[in-house]
T-cell receptor
Framework: GAGVSQSPSNKVTEKGKDVELRCDPI?????LYWYRQSLGQGLEFLIY????????KSGLPSDRFSAERTGGSVSTLTIQRTQQEDSAVYLC??????????????FGEGSRLTVL | GENVEQHPSTLSVQEGDSAVIKCTYS??????FPWYKQELGKRPQLIID?????GEKKDQRIAVTLNKTAKHFSLHITETQPEDSAVYFC??????????FGAGTQVVVTP
């Protein structure tokens, strides 16, 4: 596609439910990143992928969070047993350059998660 | 890991004046420093970046300076216009390959 695509754009869920957020990066981009942005806050690094592997998962807030990437393309961020503090915008970005190299990140529109 | 601090958190300037945002980083191995602009309700977009072998870079009304010794870098916007109003994020690429962002600066340009 022309840009990074994320779905759903908006998700309202009840506390305790599981949610899946999807990211479709720009075609050919090998690096993929997930960030979390709470209301009026900065960009909190969660995880990045180079191809299908995630060299560093230390940014994931808890073991309720997991992410995978298949085929070097689409990535899914899963949050199990959601809590109210998980409410935020989850941003995905991709880059043509490998992780660890200097390259522009292209962000998606984000998935706004609200946990009631 | 890398720690990026950004100041100020909010900045109000008169149209036509200059705006300066400052960031410090902790990982001396960091070698790439981009700046992203996020307009209200939109995604962050790269506006300028600088690599560690350069001390200054300019693109029209925007310039970035880097002091590797002091581990700080700054964004300068001259002749500010209302469309410059946005949140600006600095970032540093740390030695682990992660791009760590600062907390952001809300810039408001008043006519």
């Amino acid at each position: 596609g022309a840009g990074v695509s994320q779905s759903p754009s908006n998700k309202v869920t009840e506390k305790g439910k599981d949610v899946e957020l999807r990211c479709d990066p720009i075609s050919g981009h090998t690096a993929l990143y997930w960030y979390r942005q709470s209301l009026g806050q900065g960009l909190e690094f969660l995880i990045y992928f180079q191809g299908n592997s995630a060299p560093d998962k230390s940014g994931l807030p808890s073991d309720r969070f997991s992410a995978e990437r298949t085929g070097g393309s689409v990535s899914t961020l899963t949050i199990q047993r959601t809590q109210q503090e998980d409410s935020a915008v989850y941003l995905c970005a991709s880059s043509l350059e490998p992780t660890g190299s200097a390259g522009e990140l292209f962000f998606g529109e984000g998935s706004r998660l609200t946990v009631l | 890991g890398e720690n990026v601090e950004q100041h100020p958190s909010t900045l109000s300037v008169q149209e036509g004046d200059s705006a300066v945002i400052k960031c410090t980083y902790s990982d001396s191995a960091s070698n790439y420093f981009p700046w992203y602009k996020q307009e209200l309700g939109k995604r962050p977009q790269l506006i300028i970046d600088i690599r560690s072998n350069v001390g200054e870079k300019k693109d029209q009304r925007i310039a970035v300076t880097l002091n590797k010794t002091a581990k700080h870098f700054s964004l300068h916007i001259t002749e500010t216009q209302p469309e410059d109003s946005a949140v600006y994020f600095c970032a540093a690429l740390d030695s682990w390959g992660k791009l760590q962002f600062g907390a952001g600066t809300q810039v408001v340009v008043t006519p």
